[in-house]
């Protein structure tokens, strides 16, 4: 008892520094750890070390949004929420974006753990129903989001170019690929373009009250709860393309839709533990590492994994608004443009350590079709083709 | 220096097209299979594979299976499988073989968690 209790503490830790940090990914750590399972395995046995990993893996879910909206470097999860949250940090609101991505990814935990069985059953029974219809859904959806564009013909084209940037940068056998593309096409390019119009960060307002629509608010938890695990049954479809389908039902501006960001990657992380447990199947570098060292899950690990999960997002709501305060207080003494060029060196560093030089051709490119939805006022969504392409014509040929 | 928002834009539409297709270019290959997929979900190495082939080569241990398969675009791969009860592959025979994909000596191999003669 003492040692899950210690593990789960050390995955908050660990949490903590793969979420601040951008570009360590929780799979990153995951494999790192599972190479180095035979050491650890020689101290505790395979259920602690894989409390460790969900831990540490929940964890990350509700930090990561930090240097996605203060930094603009964003993690695959978290990627879609720059925009909106970065926006609201140039009004002195960067605070209260991170407080709606944590309302979101607590609300969602909620509502996957409480509604486990019910998931546990759909996903047996919806999945090979909707599994043939994936693509044709994903399209429709691709279809009416270019339909709801001023310009059509170049949200079509944004689409389908970084549909083309998506299949190139998968088929180019660089390492961990998704980092210097969304790095560039959601963060860099936001930096540039920021930098070119040099603008402040004005004083950040910590407010502890959040004026929020009740009805709004729940609509938005229930929709990133729901989306979150659904997109969990299918290959290639994550938290990001997630944010993309759910947006189109929400009403309601920036604020809903961060809720929704902050709730996707965390409902997405739960119900790939219940897609583990009822398909055997494991969509994301955690959940491999945990199949890998359990090989079968039992109903009482699994529910064991729900509880860790409980405990490391309600940790997790504590901290993430803790480093929120903390980081707007020190953003506030430095210069916006200071902090860009800090957050592109970084990326910069980071970029060829992790994916290698071609990583740095793979970030080039990407930045550069980045900036083109904000210089003609087409939505980013758009850019989300890289993710989504290349699934709809899987599913689909 | 500020960067007009137009001379901005083309130069980014000039290096994102021309560097799709540079990329293009340079990538060995391009399809879209369960392994491109798979990178989406970010899975590390150690991932599960699951391929269909044509087995050139057996070498049958007591305990141990070690296949050299070809997959449809002819490309081969080797294929290792611990045995937990006799299993019989001859050259020729049509395999799909589901397993993770690990490194020995610089080399990709499946180590395999099921076999199906097809």
């Not at chain 1, 990914?25 to 399972?37: D, M, R, T």
């Not at chain 1, 990561?64 to 926006?87: C, F, K, N, Q, W």
């Not at chain 1, 901290?319 to 929120?324: D, G, M, V």
Request: hydrophobic fraction near 55%; aromatic fraction near 8%; charged fraction near 15%.
């Amino acid at each position: 008892m003492i040692e899950i209790l210690l593990a789960v503490l050390l995955g908050i830790l660990a949490g903590i520094i793969t979420g601040l940090i951008p570009g360590i990914h929780v799979n990153l750590v995951s494999a790192i750890l599972l190479s180095l399972s035979g050491f650890f395995l020689g101290f505790v046995d395979v259920v602690t070390l894989s409390v460790f990993i969900i831990s540490m893996a929940v964890i990350h879910t509700f930090l990561d949004t930090i240097p996605s909206i203060y930094l603009g470097a964003p993690d695959t999860e978290s990627a879609m929420g720059v925009l909106p949250g970065h926006r609201m940090l140039l009004q002195g609101r960067g605070y209260e974006a991170i407080k709606l991505t944590v309302i979101g990814s607590y609300g969602s935990l909620l509502f996957v753990i409480v509604l486990a069985p019910v998931l546990v059953f759909l996903m047996s029974t919806v999945q090979p129903i909707l599994q043939p219809w994936i693509g044709w859904i994903l399209l429709s959806i691709v279809v009416w989001m270019t339909l709801k564009e001023k310009k059509r013909m170049l949200a079509a084209f944004l689409f389908l170019l970084s549909g083309a940037l998506g299949l190139t940068v998968l088929n180019l056998g660089v390492k961990q690929p998704l980092f210097p593309m969304l790095s560039g096409l959601f963060g860099l390019s936001t930096m540039l373009i920021s930098l070119n119009e040099k603008v402040n960060i004005p004083p950040q307002k910590i407010r502890a009250g959040l004026p929020l629509q009740k009805r709004q608010m729940f609509a938005s938890v229930g929709v990133a709860g729901f989306v979150g695990s659904l997109v969990g049954f299918f290959p290639g479809v994550g938290p990001a393309q997630a944010a993309v389908i759910g947006s189109q039902f929400l009403r309601g501006g920036n604020k809903n839709f961060l809720i929704l960001v902050g709730g996707l990657s965390t409902a997405n992380m739960v119900a790939s533990m219940v897609t583990f447990y009822t398909l055997d199947k494991a969509r994301n570098g955690a959940i491999v590492a945990v199949r890998v060292l359990l090989e079968e899950i039992a109903l009482g690990q699994f529910v064991l994994f729900l509880i860790v999960a409980l405990i490391a997002g309600s940790a997790g709501v504590v901290l993430t608004l803790f480093f929120a305060r903390r980081f707007a207080f020190w953003l506030q003494k430095v210069k916006y443009a200071w902090l860009c060029l800090f957050v592109i060196v970084l990326i910069l560093v980071l970029v060829p350590v992790i994916s290698g030089w071609l990583g740095v051709a793979v970030l080039v490119v990407s930045t550069a079709t980045g900036m083109i939805a904000p210089l003609t006022n087409v939505s980013r969504s758009q850019a989300m083709g890289c993710l989504l392409l290349p699934v709809i014509l899987w599913f689909l040929l | 220096m500020v960067m007009h928002d137009k001379t901005m834009l083309r130069l980014a539409l000039l290096t994102s097209i021309v560097g799709v297709a540079m990329l293009f270019a340079y990538s060995e290959k391009f399809v879209v299979n369960e392994q491109t997929i798979s990178r989406l979900d970010e899975l590390p190495e150690g991932q599960e594979v699951d391929v269909t082939g044509v087995v050139l080569r057996v070498t049958d241990l007591d305990t141990v299976l070690f296949m050299e398969i070809a997959e449809e675009k002819v490309e081969r791969v080797t294929v290792v499988l611990f045995k937990d009860r006799n299993v019989t592959v001859s050259e020729g025979d049509f395999v799909r073989v589901v397993g993770s994909l690990e490194e020995y000596e610089g080399k990709p191999e499946i180590l395999a968690n099921r076999l199906e003669l097809k």
